[in-house]
């Protein structure tokens, strides 16, 4: 856990990448030293048991014979090595030595020696003499060559006093070359510290020019570490909150346009309803003529409670305030609900509404959802199509059922195919004046309710050839 007064100092990035990188190797040379001081410590002390146990082999090879003992420990004391062959129970047989003199081991070194195991350690304090030195001693047992019994052991000894003076020049040189690496660490941490720094001021600069609104900023990365994907990451989110931008203000735009437009359709119907009260009021309009006069002020608000409701409707799809009732229907039912429905409009507006067959389709989805879904798409084909027709089909698919609705339009652009679904988009603005007029939320409505249901609608169109929506109802789970 970080303790809290570090985590309230302000040091500067620069430094805490120096500090990191120098803390790290600084810490590795340590481990290193340390670790190659022990190992060498380690290897000399072994080279050096294994040398003392091949004295006391070659002495056991000799037969214990004195004249042979002797011989080797004049050549083993010129190299401050001495041994002593002791007895099956620890007592001195070579060399001459009083009596009392015994090996300074315990019982159960001794069942290992028995048992012809080697022994070997290291004494801090003092050798087998009492000479107060570190000195490493070696354990063999030898056997009798009839019986093989445990005939005693031989006790091989030297001092580690050079071990410890190389050990101590050692330390010394990797000292030395701990101090030039601990320089070059410094160099090298400020080297790389500045590396990192100067590009996380690169990203902060950028972030500061975004902040500003410069969404054109992208910055150049190899994806080679945290950084790079990091400066990666940065250049999305600044394309992100370009294209957000650039719909921010297609959507204001589009608003506008659609206040503009919603201001017209209730200034019309209002104008006139607000004309025809004044004519009745002052007794203007003919006795022959009221009754038609509220007829057409019945129209006219019609006109502006299905502008106001779609408005809502939109917003209560988008913002999932409304529930649907989802069961199994026979799609030739609602079709010809809707197609009597609108059989007058249809006929307004000189085309035809061609029903496909469709008698055994069903379709899982909310009955008046549904409906309004397809009488949106209707509406629309009526707006783009002039003498011509309008056919709803459906087939049964792997995926679900899949209902087409189509014309043989006006049909439409690839960009215009883009933003047909967006809410307050006018693909043709030229017929927003029709009778037919659109607001801008036919389609928009459309795929909110397609997205509810967990359903998929795609559109294709060509210029002067028409277009197809296509809508594929899941089945029920």
Do not use: C, W
């Not at 004391?77 to 062959?85: G, I, L, M, R, Y």
């Not at 500003?212 to 994806?223: A, D, K, P, R, V």
């Not at 949106?376 to 459906?394: D, E, R, V, W, Y």
């Not at 967990?454 to 594929?472: H, M, N, P, Y």
Request: aromatic residues 8%.
């Amino acid at each position: 856990m970080i303790p809290k007064k570090l985590t309230k100092m302000k040091l500067p990035y620069f430094f805490q990448q120096f500090l990191g990188f120098l803390a790290v190797i600084i810490l590795l040379m340590a481990v290193t030293v340390f670790s190659l001081v022990l190992f060498g410590r380690r290897t000399a002390l072994n080279a050096t048991e294994n040398r003392l146990f091949s004295y006391a082999e070659s002495i056991v090879d000799e037969d214990l014979d004195p004249t042979q003992l002797n011989t080797i420990r004049r050549v083993l004391t010129a190299q401050e090595v001495s041994f002593f062959v002791f007895s099956d129970e620890g007592n001195i047989v070579y060399p001459d030595l009083p009596r009392n003199f015994r090996a300074n081991i315990s019982d159960d070194q001794l069942d290992q020696l028995e048992s012809g195991e080697r022994i070997a350690l290291t004494t801090h304090h003092e050798d087998l003499l009492g000479n107060p030195r570190e000195t490493t001693l070696v354990y063999l047992p030898y056997f009798n060559e009839n019986s093989e019994e445990f005939a005693g052991f031989i006790t091989v000894s030297a001092p580690i006093s050079h071990i410890n003076r190389q050990m101590e020049e050692l330390k010394g040189n990797l000292f030395s070359a701990f101090l030039i690496s601990a320089i070059v660490a410094i160099l090298m941490s400020l080297v790389f510290a500045h590396y990192q720094v100067k590009r996380v001021n690169r990203l902060r600069k950028a972030a500061h020019k975004v902040a500003e609104g410069e969404y054109t900023i992208q910055l150049e990365h190899n994806e080679r570490d945290e950084i790079d994907y990091l400066t990666r990451d940065f250049n999305r989110m600044v394309i992100a909150l370009k294209e957000s931008q650039d719909e921010v203000i297609n959507q204001e735009e589009r608003r506008k346009s659609f206040m503009q437009d919603a201001a017209h359709e209730m200034r019309t119907p209002l104008t006139t309803i607000n004309g025809l009260l004044e004519g009745l009021e002052h007794n203007v309009i003919p006795e022959n003529q009221r009754l038609r006069s509220i007829q057409l002020m019945r129209k006219e608000t019609r006109r502006l409670i299905r502008l106001v409701n779609e408005n809502m409707d939109y917003e209560n799809i988008r913002s999932n305030r409304i529930m649907l009732t989802k069961h199994t229907i026979p799609l030739s039912e609602i079709v010809e609900e809707i197609s009597e429905q609108m059989k007058d409009i249809v006929k307004e507006s000189s085309n035809k509404l061609i029903i496909g067959e469709m008698d055994d389709i069903h379709v899982y989805a909310d009955y008046d959802r549904l409906k309004q879904i397809l009488v949106n798409l209707i509406k629309n084909a009526l707006q783009f199509t002039n003498n011509g027709t309008i056919k709803i089909a459906s087939q049964f698919t792997s995926e679900g059922t899949e209902i087409t609705v189509s014309d043989t339009g006006i049909g439409m652009t690839d960009v215009q195919m883009e933003n047909i679904f967006e809410r307050y988009y006018k693909a043709d603005l030229s017929r927003t004046k029709t009778k037919f007029g659109e607001s801008g939320l036919g389609l928009a409505i459309v795929q909110q309710l397609v997205n509810l249901h967990g359903a998929k609608i795609s559109v294709e169109s060509e210029i002067d050839e028409g277009t197809t929506f296509r809508i594929l109802f899941p089945e029920k789970k």
